[in-house]
């Protein structure tokens, strides 16, 4: 038997590491943004043929926490799910590899 995992999103996000010091304020066509004092405030209108939403929405912040942008969308988001870099990633799918099956794996997930 072999095992299997998900494989993971690979999609590369700009980001930053919070700090008491960080400030911004950013603006797409969807989403108007502003982080101070560990604040991010989001404001967001929705428009559509049927209906108007308008949304705000501020996440208080702690120092260390990163923060991702999504430029053409939502701008930038605190993840759900934890992050990492793509050093880590690799380092972790290789430790697994390891502890499971004892085999080598390259950086795609394919058997050696």
Same mark, same amino acid.
């Not at 299997?4 to 304020?25: A, I």
């Not at 991010?40 to 308008?54: A, F, H, N, R, S």
């Given at each position: 038997? &072999?095992?299997?995992?998900?494989?993971?999103?690979?999609?590369?996000?700009? $980001?930053? @590491? @919070?700090? %008491?010091?960080? &400030?911004?304020?950013? %603006? #797409?066509?969807? @989403?108007? +943004?502003? *982080? !101070? /004092?560990? %604040? *991010?405030?989001?404001? +967001? !209108?929705?428009?559509?043929?049927?209906?108007?939403?308008?949304?705000?929405?501020?996440?208080?912040?702690?120092? $260390? !926490?990163?923060?991702? *942008?999504?430029? !053409? /969308?939502?701008?930038?988001?605190?993840?759900? +799910?934890?992050?990492?870099?793509?050093?880590?990633?690799? /380092?972790?799918?290789?430790?697994?590899?390891?502890?499971?099956?004892?085999?080598?794996?390259?950086?795609? $997930?394919?058997? #050696?």
């Amino acid at each position: 038997m &072999k095992y299997y995992v998900l494989r993971p999103d690979l999609t590369p996000y700009e $980001g930053m @590491v @919070v700090s %008491k010091e960080s &400030k911004f304020d950013y %603006k #797409n066509e969807k @989403v108007e +943004q502003k *982080l !101070e /004092n560990l %604040k *991010l405030t989001t404001k +967001q !209108e929705i428009v559509t043929d049927k209906y108007t939403t308008k949304s705000e929405l501020t996440i208080n912040l702690e120092e $260390g !926490e990163i923060l991702l *942008l999504e430029g !053409e /969308n939502r701008g930038w988001f605190l993840p759900a +799910q934890p992050i990492g870099t793509i050093e880590t990633a690799i /380092n972790d799918y290789k430790g697994l590899a390891e502890a499971l099956d004892g085999e080598d794996y390259d950086i795609r $997930g394919n058997e #050696n």
